[in-house]
């Protein structure tokens, strides 16, 4: 089972940045694909951005290509969502997940959630205007 624990969430207005960070553990993480997922209130859970352990590949949805980006610290078993120029519409419950594999699944140009087995609680950012 892994375990995953987000912070960094908080309130900014537009224009702003956050860095979101999620720490991993449990017996069965040794090479996991990571992403963020976020979801507004009424909205479905949006794939943002996910990492292939390792670093070799990410993926990003369009609309935060330019202002997010995901990284991680495999010696901190952690991984962060850097998020600059921050808009009204990132207003979300930003949630962390892992698949079971080293290599990240993207369906159709997008990050489906139902391949993530492992989720965090979620942090909570606001971005006023």
């Known amino acids: 089972q892994v375990q995953l624990v987000e912070f960094g969430g908080g309130s900014v207005q537009a224009g702003g940045s956050l860095r979101l960070s999620c720490a991993a553990s449990?017996?069965?993480?040794?090479?996991?694909?990571m992403g963020w997922f976020r979801q507004a209130p009424g909205k479905e859970r949006e794939g943002v951005a996910s990492?292939?352990?390792?670093?070799?590949?990410?993926y990003y949805t369009d609309s935060v290509k330019g202002r997010f980006t995901i990284s991680q610290d495999n010696a901190k078993n952690t991984v962060y969502l850097q998020m600059n120029s921050l808009k009204p519409e990132d207003t979300a419950m930003y949630y962390c997940?892992?698949?079971?594999?080293?290599?990240?699944?993207?369906?159709?140009?997008?990050?489906?959630?139902?391949?993530?087995?492992?989720w965090g609680q979620g942090t909570q950012v606001t971005v006023s205007s």
């Open positions: 997940a892992a698949q079971s594999t080293p290599y990240c699944t993207i369906i159709g140009g997008t990050l489906p959630s139902r391949v993530f087995p492992y």
């Open positions: 449990g017996y069965t993480y040794s090479g996991n694909c």
């Open positions: 990492i292939d352990h390792g670093g070799g590949s990410t």
